[in-house]
């Protein structure tokens, strides 16, 4: 499997992905909304892109595929409640369903809701398992559920989905905001060593050449997957008195995601 990151830019902080078969050079556009800057990739490459997959269905994860369509005549993927949201849907993908590029890549599905209800995310099937996540996991936080999302699914996700899979699992998410989130991290855990550590590099940073993390990284570094923490606790209860001795991991994922919001 190869895997093309590629940095938009643009005022969002995005990020496309390809994903090619060694093989054959066919290859998957994930969120290609820097269109042009994709189709250019892939032709360098010498890869065909025949198919798209939207994470979700946000105009900055879809507003590319019209014209990568036009130019490939690529298949348009994506959850499979998310066909009168998202234009021209192709293909509507559960939990568990599988895409194949080329001869040798096979990407997974899960059913990710949170930051929206319409969310996957795609675990490749590789001897390191790589995980698109989209905006449901970046590197150090968590999607917001402003547009169409929950809480309530989002801490389901991630509690029940994300903290289960391998923790060499590399992380791709559908952002840069690796030095905004490892901030918030020190916010609410300032002992947090493994934060202290990776901060100062990602500082302003080229994005293009951003860390890529693992899962067991996070579980170091992600304020959302480190529920348990008592310094993290002892902090969020400066913010929420009313947080009870031994809060459950629901309600500090929830708080969490409260302050966030506003950070």
């Not at 969020?236 to 708080?255: G, H, M, W, Y």
């Amino acid at each position: 499997m190869l895997v093309e990151r590629i940095w938009t830019a643009n005022a969002y902080r995005n990020f496309n992905y390809l994903i090619a078969c060694p093989e054959t050079g066919e290859a998957l556009a994930i969120d290609p909304l820097d269109h042009a800057k994709c189709l250019a990739t892939a032709k360098a490459k010498g890869w065909e892109i025949t198919q798209i997959l939207n994470t979700h269905e946000h105009h900055d994860h879809t507003g590319g595929n019209a014209a990568v369509v036009a130019a490939t005549g690529a298949k348009v993927i994506a959850h499979h409640k998310a066909a009168g949201k998202i234009s021209n849907m192709d293909r509507g993908v559960q939990a568990g369903d599988v895409i194949k590029v080329g001869n040798t890549v096979e990407l997974e599905c899960l059913d990710t809701p949170g930051h929206t209800l319409c969310h996957i995310c795609l675990r490749s099937h590789t001897e390191q398992p790589a995980l698109f996540s989209g905006d449901t996991l970046f590197n150090a936080g968590a999607g917001n559920v402003h547009n169409g999302g929950s809480v309530d699914a989002l801490y389901a996700t991630f509690a029940e989905q994300l903290a289960r899979l391998p923790d060499n699992t590399l992380v791709y998410p559908g952002h840069d905001y690796i030095e905004n989130n490892l901030a918030f991290t020190l916010a609410r855990e300032p002992d947090n060593a493994a934060a202290q550590a990776l901060l100062p590099g990602v500082t302003g940073q080229d994005p293009a050449q951003s860390v890529v993390t693992t899962l067991a990284q996070e579980k170091q570094i992600n304020t959302f997957m480190r529920l348990g923490s008592p310094s993290l606790i002892a902090k969020l209860r400066e913010a929420f008195p009313d947080l009870p001795d031994q809060p459950d991991a629901k309600t500090v994922f929830s708080r969490l995601r409260e302050l966030r919001n506003s950070w």
